[in-house]
């Protein structure tokens, strides 16, 4: 009989990835994760691999022959039951200069999951979506907002990613969940603007070179929070397609209030110099705020505002840069 979940993780040993795959080991889940290695790091799924629970393996979703003979090798004694992808280039900006980027790692990543999840008969599918696919709006956006016309070509591609997971739905998957993410922020960050700030200071601590003006206004989340979210809306929405703005407790944060926390915390003499405009590059969406009224009503209840988890994340990872 079995007894618990079996799932696998796409970009299992990235930043969000892989605090979900502790959280699943945590419930009982058996885990098989998933990574080319790009940005994730084997030591952030260390504990989740000697719990025993959870596999890691070297792979690239968008090599579908391998990709389909690991999962196919895994899954023979026990099938699996859903799958967690989370598998995406998340460096925004690259997706500016070479779009391919995003096509590979954030479209074909999700196409090539379906097909071997199809292939499999796996599903039930749970996405990392993201609120780039709305584009600039002004007024404060709900799952149902439109019309959809995001500006980087990340943007587009998750947005190209839900399209293919609904047509899915029209035929053989079962059920979806898409959480559309903000910022997010967190231990074992890889990247983002607290990350950034961290590096380029590390780099040089007299000076902060900030992107844009400092204005551009967002909601961030912390990587916990997130996890909680996802995991209540796993449990307790079973639509066929279940689709989420995630958000923090309250209001949006600044570049300007990042930048003053990271130098406060590890440059307190640095001179911030910011590049000015409304921008921080072509694609990004300067500023925008959410409705987290949907998964509200399931019950969930986010503690931290937009600026608290930006503090949490920044004593977080400047603990981290110490070890
Ligand atoms: N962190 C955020 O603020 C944020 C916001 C919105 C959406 N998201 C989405 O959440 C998901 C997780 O993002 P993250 O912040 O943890 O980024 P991350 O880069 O830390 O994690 C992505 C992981 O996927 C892996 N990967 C990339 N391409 C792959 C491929 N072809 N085959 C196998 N593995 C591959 C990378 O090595 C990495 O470990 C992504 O889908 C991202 O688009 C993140």
Not at 241 to 252: D, K, M, Q, T
Not at 301 to 319: F, G, I, M, R, W
Request: aromatic share 8%; with cysteine; net charge neutral.
């Amino acid at each position: 009989m079995r007894t618990s979940p079996i799932c696998l993780v796409t970009g299992a040993a990235g930043f969000v990835g892989s605090h979900l795959v502790d959280r699943l080991v945590d419930r009982g889940w058996r885990v098989i994760g998933l990574d080319n290695f790009l940005l994730g790091r084997r030591e952030n799924v260390a504990d989740a691999v000697k719990s025993g629970l959870c596999t890691l393996i070297e792979a690239d979703v968008n090599q579908i022959e391998s990709y389909t003979a690991i999962v196919r090798d895994l899954a023979k004694d026990s099938p699996i039951d859903m799958v967690w992808h989370m598998a995406a280039n998340s460096d925004i900006k690259a997706g500016t200069t070479d779009p391919d980027v995003d096509l590979r790692h954030t479209f074909l990543t999700t196409y090539n999951t379906l097909k071997v999840m199809r292939s499999l008969g796996c599903r039930s599918l749970a996405f990392a979506s993201s609120s780039a696919i709305y584009g600039p709006h002004d007024n404060e956006l709900t799952e149902d907002a439109g019309p959809l016309r995001p500006i980087s070509n990340y943007g587009a591609m998750k947005l190209a990613s839900e399209a293919v997971i609904t047509a899915a739905l029209e035929t053989w998957l079962e059920r979806a969940w898409v959480f559309r993410f903000p910022n997010v922020v967190g231990s074992r960050a890889t990247h983002g603007v607290i990350f950034d700030f961290f590096r380029k200071l590390r780099g040089n601590p007299q000076e902060l070179e900030v992107l844009g003006d400092g204005r551009q206004a967002k909601p961030y989340l912390h990587v916990r929070e997130l996890l909680d979210a996802m995991l209540l809306a796993w449990d307790r929405a079973s639509g066929r397609f279940n689709c989420f703005n995630i958000g923090p407790a309250s209001g949006v944060t600044t570049v300007e209030y990042i930048a003053k926390a990271v130098v406060a915390k590890v440059a307190p003499n640095a001179r911030i110099r910011y590049t000015g405009g409304s921008q921080g590059w072509p694609g990004d969406v300067p500023r925008f705020a959410y409705s987290i009224d949907r998964i509200r009503s399931l019950g969930w209840t986010p503690k931290l505002t937009s600026n608290q988890a930006v503090d949490l994340a920044v004593d977080e990872l400047a603990a981290e840069m110490r070890q």
